[in-house]
């Protein structure tokens, strides 16, 4: 009977777990609390970080960008439509930027504006190899990443000594209003990344 009764509360935790994910506004929230505050997106550096990628760079193939990388990207070529930045960095390993790279030149960014960073495989390493990058010649930088990654991302920037204006695409907020297998797609990227802001913290990343 004890086995039944653990079993009976199982079931009862799921079925309150989907009404809460499929029928509540917890994902939006939870998003927007990730999010943090939007900027007028104007400067003068753009950063853009890689996301997912469905294949690495290898044996002289080009990497292939996942959805959320391939997102940010289409953004940081409407946000540079709008304010013209003089550059457009781009950072992530496993030939993710390089890839990115590729993608904004066909979405017409300038080839000339836009500046690698190959070497980041985490938003600290972002932080850290752009600040170099950077210099002391960075000038009003904005930073683009996912809703849900901005929060991390800035804090992250900042930490290292270069602030940013936040400019986040709106990556959960659009897969939460798609097919509802999103809705815990999202969640679980909402999870991960609430996780990974409680680990940064403790270590002083953020």
């Known amino acids: 009977m004890r086995a039944f009764g653990w079993i009976r509360r199982v079931l009862m935790a799921c079925g309150a777990a989907v009404v ?21 997106g104007a400067g003068d ?6 996301a997912d990628l469905v294949t690495e760079e290898e044996n002289g193939r080009a990497a292939t960008l996942g959805q959320g990388t391939l997102l940010r990207c289409v953004y940081a070529s409407w946000a540079w439509k709008q304010h013209a930045y003089r550059r457009v960095v781009v950072s992530g390993a496993r030939g993710a930027a390089a890839a990115m790279r590729t993608f904004l ?24 190899f752009i600040r170099e990058l950077l210099g002391a010649d ?9 809703d849900y990654h901005m929060r991390r991302a800035g804090a992250a920037f900042a930490r ?14 659009k897969r939460a209003n798609g097919a509802w ?7 679980r990227l909402l999870g991960m990344e609430t996780l990974q802001l409680v680990s940064y913290s403790g270590k002083g990343w953020v």
């Not at 994910?21 to 927007?32: C, D, E, I, K, N």
């Not at 297998?181 to 969640?187: N, Q």
Request: aromatic share 10%; net charge negative.
């Open 160 to 173: 290292v000594g270069l602030a940013v204006k936040p400019l986040p695409c709106p990556d959960i907020a």
């Open 20 to 40: 809460i994910v499929m029928f509540s506004p917890l994902v939006y929230w939870w998003t927007a609390a990730l999010r943090g505050e939007w900027s007028d």
């Open 45 to 50: 550096t753009l950063i853009v970080l890689a």
């Open 181 to 187: 297998f999103w809705r815990w797609e999202a969640a």
């Open 105 to 128: 030149i066909a979405l017409k960014v300038p080839a000339e504006i836009i500046l690698t960073e190959p070497r980041a495989d985490s938003t600290r390493e972002n932080a850290v």
């Open 138 to 146: 960075a000038g009003r930088v904005v930073l683009l990443s996912s």
